[in-house]
């Protein structure tokens, strides 16, 4: 068979096992299974396929038309620019955090030209940051490897944390993982500038309605937020101001619709200065707000 005809047949059963973006999927796995980009496979389409690589991207070909989420198929993504290993242990990382992910760095840049700027040079340190539910790592790898802050960082699956730490070695990211429920792991004195969360928030009504990629195959505890979806939200925020030195900041990611009630959250446990971002597609996507030193 050649690369044009098993492209095609990929892409008609993708199809018709209802996937949107067949076309796009079928490339993906032919690049993958032949290790051959789409530029150098668009010339080499009338070619016959080795065997090994006609059995390979069969496999892949099934496995998606069980609607596997195409990560979990070649066993990682991209984020940040970084690779991600990622498992059926995992949520995928997504575009959308990586707008959380760019405003911690952003916080994180601004207050070392503050502290450069200190008069005191022992104010000039690493900025500590903490993530909660850190599941596949994506985003405390991201910040430990694209600043100097020093990053620590939780989840209650132990499942998890091993695709955190292998993401973490991959990337040469110095972070440092405890397993536990949210703060529960962490030594007791121990605090930091910056909480930053994507903790799980869908409600368990709206589950069942998702597409069968998430539903089915992504782990039903990092997407579950409980019957409101908040339970994450309120116990990382009633929690956080002991664990955040004096200024600290909070960066929450949240569903497009979550906005109010999260404020609300925030506002009532003394945050200040609280603001909304949206992500690229123009929803709220990031709470961001300070826990001022009059507050502690
Ligand atoms: N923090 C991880 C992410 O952003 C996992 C989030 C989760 O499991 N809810 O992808």
């Known amino acids: 068979m050649k690369y044009n005809e098993i492209l095609r047949n ?15 999927d079928a490339r993906l796995l032919l690049e993958e299974a032949s290790g051959i980009d789409y530029s150098h496979l668009m010339i080499s389409m009338q070619d016959e396929v080795p065997e090994d690589v006609v059995k390979k991207f069969n496999d892949y070909i099934s496995l998606r038309e069980k609607r596997i989420p ?15 290993h990622v498992n059926e242990n995992v949520l995928c990382p997504r575009q959308d955090t990586e707008v959380l992910v760019e405003i911690v760095l952003k916080d994180i840049e601004s207050s070392k030209r503050k502290m450069a700027g200190a008069l005191e040079p022992a104010n000039n340190r690493a900025l500590k940051v903490l993530d909660l539910c850190t599941g596949s790592g994506c985003i405390s790898v991201s910040i430990a490897k694209l600043s100097d802050a020093s990053v620590t960082a939780c989840d209650i699956s132990e499942k998890a944390l091993e695709v955190a730490r292998q993401n973490a070695y991959d990337n040469q990211a110095n972070v440092r993982f405890f397993q536990g429920n949210l703060y529960g792991a962490l030594p007791q004195a121990d605090k930091y500038d910056i909480i930053v969360s994507n903790p799980p928030y869908i409600r368990s009504d709206v589950i069942p ?14 997407l579950d937020g409980s019957a409101d979806g908040l339970k994450f939200y309120r116990k990382i925020i009633e929690k956080s101001p002991d664990y955040l030195n004096p200024d600290g900041r909070i960066y929450l990611e949240i569903g497009y619709d979550q906005g109010a009630e999260v404020i609300n959250l925030i506002r009532s446990c003394g945050y200040e200065d609280f603001h909304i971002i949206k992500d690229y597609s123009g929803n709220d996507r ?9 507050n502690a």
């Not at 990929?10 to 796009?24: F, K, S, V």
């Not at 195409?70 to 991600?84: H, N």
């Not at 998430?214 to 990092?222: F, G, S």
């Not at 990031?286 to 009059?294: D, K, Q, S």
């Open 209 to 222: 309605t998702l597409m069968p990629e998430v539903k089915d195959h992504e782990p039903r505890i990092a």
């Open 10 to 24: 990929g892409e008609h059963t993708l199809a018709a096992a209802g996937i949107d973006d067949a076309e796009n």
């Open 70 to 84: 195409l990560q979990q198929i070649v066993g990682y993504t991209e984020f940040m620019g970084l690779r991600f």
């Open 286 to 294: 990031v709470i961001a707000a300070t826990y001022y030193e009059t």
